[in-house]
T-cell receptor, first 114, second 114 residues
């Protein structure tokens, strides 16, 4: 079945640095990728929608300059958390429509900013 | 716009007892509805989905859900709980277009009592 490979699975970075998270669709073309953030014991909140070859659409309240999304190809979408701060520590998950009205999720990235 | 409300952030049932997790939806268009399960520090696994076909949907691990338009509900059930069912469960909705974003409920933590 459809697989979205998300890397890294966990990362620790210093405050002020940037972190890049990658999501690759392994056996299908992902023209759209959804990026979610999940705080501990909370639900998944949609941050933005990326579309291959165009600018991402951000949800209200999400800083587009802080969370840079690039969807340069049909198999790769990236989220870069710029100038990370401790409050950005969270679980980030990507998801792509994968046919049959289904969605395939990455395994998530645990980001800890110290 | 679409939204889902999950009633009960925590549900406890005894092993072998019926599992019932409640979900009500709101949608301005015919919805597609999903139930996902998440184990700690992991991504999401699809249990089942409703995409306007049969109103009673059977999923994996013995779970099923019934779409009731008159009640705007999509409750998840399992006849007999197993210890391995302990996890976080999310109800989700999309507008039904292939690339439409999926919106999650706040989640319900299922506890299985021995």
């Amino acid at each position: 079945g459809a697989v979205v490979s998300q890397h890294p699975s966990w990362v620790i970075c210093k405050s002020g640095t940037s972190v890049k998270i990658e999501c690759r669709s392994l056996d299908f073309q992902a023209t759209t990728m959804f990026w979610y953030r999940q705080f501990p014991k909370q639900s998944l909140m949609l941050m933005a929608t990326s579309n291959e070859g165009s600018k991402a659409t951000y949800e209200q309240g999400v800083e587009k300059d802080k969370f840079l999304i690039n969807h340069a190809s049909l198999t790769l979408s990236t989220l870069t958390v710029t100038s990370a701060h401790p409050e950005d520590s969270s679980f980030y998950i990507c998801s792509a429509p994968s046919g049959g009205y289904g969605y395939t999720f990455g395994s998530g990235t645990r980001l800890t900013v110290v | 716009a679409q939204s889902v409300t999950q009633l009960g952030s925590h549900v406890s049932v005894s092993e072998g007892a019926l599992v019932l997790l409640r979900c009500n939806y709101s949608s301005s268009v015919p919805p597609y509805l999903f139930w996902y399960v998440q184990y700690p520090n992991q991504g999401l696994q699809l249990l089942l989905k409703y995409t306007s076909a049969a109103t009673l949907v059977k999923g994996i691990n013995g779970f099923e859900a019934e779409f009731k338009k008159s009640e705007t509900s999509f409750h998840l059930t399992k006849p007999s709980a197993h210890m391995s069912d302990a996890a976080e469960y999310f109800c989700a909705v999309s507008a039904g277009n292939r690339d439409d974003k999926i919106i999650f409920g706040k989640g319900t933590r299922l506890h299985i009592l021995p």
